[in-house]
């Protein structure tokens, strides 16, 4: 079933390190073989043995249109008849950004860049060349791209600066970045008391990679309040939930307001898009106006541009869409807890908008020391592999969240639950 995949997996690794070129496609946490696609279409993917599977992951979330919509496509293919880049500027570019600033209250000015990693460092960058402080404050289990000072973990105790979580990271990078629990006020408050140096916070406002974990509003709440009183920016990480959860993000659904907000993922429909954005004033110390430096060969794209704008528009035309994704989550979710009640399988389930999260777990997680601590990773691996089998892509860790596209409908929803009450029966 999976012969060609195995041959070409094993041809990868000859040449590129672990056959992958971003090491979640390995399926290194659930073992075996990650499908090669050949193509995708609609809500489907198709791997290079032949195999059909519905499409939960959608490229870690980008196609929320799902495969080859024909709009981003023509777009696409319009915008590459005219040369794929200038290094110059285009007025693609003023377009998208006008499309975002509309949208957000609280953003004047957006800077685009090719990945949601170069967003995040360069909010930072930002952040600390605005507030001329030198800390970073982030949380365990947010995940904000895997630029240097950010590959940290907890150190021993709370309220702690961290240690690099990979090599290659000096520990000297990283002793700048404190290390804070998800959803604990207490140890936020903790934090601000040890350091008056912190530049900024940055938090994915709902986590989508600790699996699906949304930070309280009270929380958030305490974020902001914390920011306002020691100068500090408050960085909301959009760059998976925006355009997502809802038209706005987590803007849409939770009443924040965040200093810096990062993009990617959906802003480029599958394109390498990333952006940061914010207030005139805030946006003015970056440069050419301001010091603050930043730039890239290839940002804005003007391809990558097209396909975030059509994306952009259709998402704006048609805000309604929102709802009925969140429906189908809703759906899916309830179904997968049902069948597993039925076979005695705790099942934790939640969604805001698009996105979707299941916990193999008797108590729903709030941070992540409780994801690694509630969660049966061994079910979470026997159920992906079975469901893969069936012809159903899930993201391929317990840590990571589901999403929903236009394009599922409520019969392949359907579909989905029946098989996984019969792999339930042997979990
Ligand atoms: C995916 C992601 C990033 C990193 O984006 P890349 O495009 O993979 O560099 C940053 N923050 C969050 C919240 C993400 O989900």
Redesign the pocket.
């Known amino acids: 079933m999976f012969e060609n995949s195995v041959k070409a997996y094993s041809e990868a690794k000859e040449v590129i390190p672990g056959g992958v070129d ?1 090491p979640v496609r390995a399926f290194t946490s659930v073992g075996g073989t990650p499908p090669f696609i050949d193509r995708g279409e609609g809500a489907y993917l198709f791997d290079i043995d032949g195999n059909r599977y519905l499409d939960f992951v959608q490229s ?2 980008p196609l929320i249109f799902g495969h080859c919509n024909s709009d981003i496509e023509d777009a696409v293919i319009k915008t590459v008849k005219k040369g794929l880049s200038f290094g110059a500027p285009s007025v693609l570019e003023t377009e998208l950004a006008a499309e975002i600033v509309e949208m957000y209250d609280n953003i004047d000015k957006v800077r685009f860049v090719s ?6 460092m360069s909010a930072i960058r930002l952040a600390r060349g605005v507030t001329n402080k030198n800390n970073i404050l982030k949380f365990e289990g ?5 630029s240097d000072s950010l590959l940290v973990q907890a150190g021993s105790g709370l309220a702690t600066f961290g240690t690099p979580s990979s090599p290659g990271v000096p520990a000297d990078f990283t002793k700048h970045t404190l290390v804070c629990e998800y959803n604990n006020i207490e140890n936020l408050r903790k934090c601000f008391e040890e350091s008056d140096d912190i530049a900024c916070i940055i938090i ?1 406002p709902i ?3 600790m699996g699906l974990v949304p930070a309280s509003s009270e929380f958030l709440k305490e974020c902001r309040e914390l920011c306002d009183k020691h100068g500090t920016l408050l960085i909301l ?5 925006g355009f997502r959860a809802s038209l706005t993000g987590a803007h849409g659904l939770i009443d924040i307001s965040a200093d810096i907000i ?1 993009f ?2 959906v802003i480029g429909a599958g394109m ?1 898009v ?1 952006a940061f954005a914010s207030t005139k004033e805030i946006m003015g110390h970056l440069s050419p106006d301001g010091a603050v430096y930043q730039a890239g060969t290839l940002s804005g794209n003007p391809v990558a541009m097209a396909a975030g704008l059509v994306s952009l528009k259709k998402l704006k035309a048609n805000p309604e869409i929102y709802e009925a994704l969140n429906k189908k989550a809703v759906k899916l979710v309830n179904g997968l807890k049902v069948v597993a009640n039925k076979n005695n399988i705790g099942l934790q389930v939640d969604t805001r908008g698009s996105m979707f999260g299941y916990f193999f777990a008797e108590e729903m997680p709030t941070n992540f020391k409780e994801v690694t601590k509630f969660c049966n990773f061994d079910r979470f691996s026997k159920f992906h592999h079975e469901m893969i089998k069936k012809g159903f892509y899930f993201a391929c860790s317990q840590y990571e969240v589901g999403f929903m596209s236009t394009v599922i409908t409520d019969e392949m929803i359907d579909e989905c639950i029946a098989s996984a009450d019969e792999v339930m029966k042997d979990l």
């Open positions: 971003s870690w979330g990945s949601g990693t170069e967003a995040t947010c995940y904000h791209g895997h994915e986590a989508g990679n990480d959009e760059v998976m939930s990062t990617g993922k390498p990333g």
